[in-house]
């Protein structure tokens, strides 16, 4: 049989205190069940509100904090408001953090209706913006697949004339509405000044002076 060492030896010792102190240090994983308090589903965070955990039913519920990324689920990774969920979930400095948030039973989780209105979200397209090769409305010409179409009208497909001066579409144009004449403010006419009224006054000390009214 071999020998070891006694360097071999106390060098097996010292791992097994490391081993054991690492395990202490992991934070211990425990189970819970609740709803969604909220979710944001713009930031992708909320936090779960906890009304049961390891079979026990806690009252008051004890909130969790949950991330998007921790969701079960495909696609858009979202929480919907009352819809029930499991989770797995552990203490941290923070407080309780979820690690995994599934549906009952392990299934996926329902998520929201509502998505975020960001810049990251793609921007609708405007009532203008159409192919100028085969007059598309859901794609632009740099993205058409057909080969360059004869020149020809986006509104009536009539290639005798353009978009603008094309006849169908003056005759659906709303008409400009007639301009209603009002009754007419009297606007006042200044007189010169040798027509207006004049007051003619007499001051002490035989002065005499004039006043026109304006």
Known sequence: MGSV????FAGGCAKAPEDAARAAEEPQMLHGAGIPKWFNVRMGFGFLSM???AGVVLDPPVDVFVQQSKLHMEGFRSLKEGEAV????KKSAK????IRVTGPGGVFCIGSERRPK???MQKRRSKGA??????GLDHHAKECKLPPQPKKCHFCQSINHMVASCPLKAQQAPRESQPT?????K???ALPCSQRPRIEATVGGGYRFVIRKL
Do not use: D, V
């Open 5 to 8: 060492s006694h360097e071999q």
């Open 51 to 53: 009304t049961a955990s």
């Open 86 to 89: 499991e989770f797995t979930f």
């Open 95 to 98: 407080g309780l953090e979820s």
């Open 118 to 120: 960001g810049k990251n």
């Open 130 to 135: 159409r192919c100028y090769n085969c007059a």
């Open 181 to 185: 004449f009002g009754r007419r403010k």
């Open 187 to 189: 606007r006042s006419i």
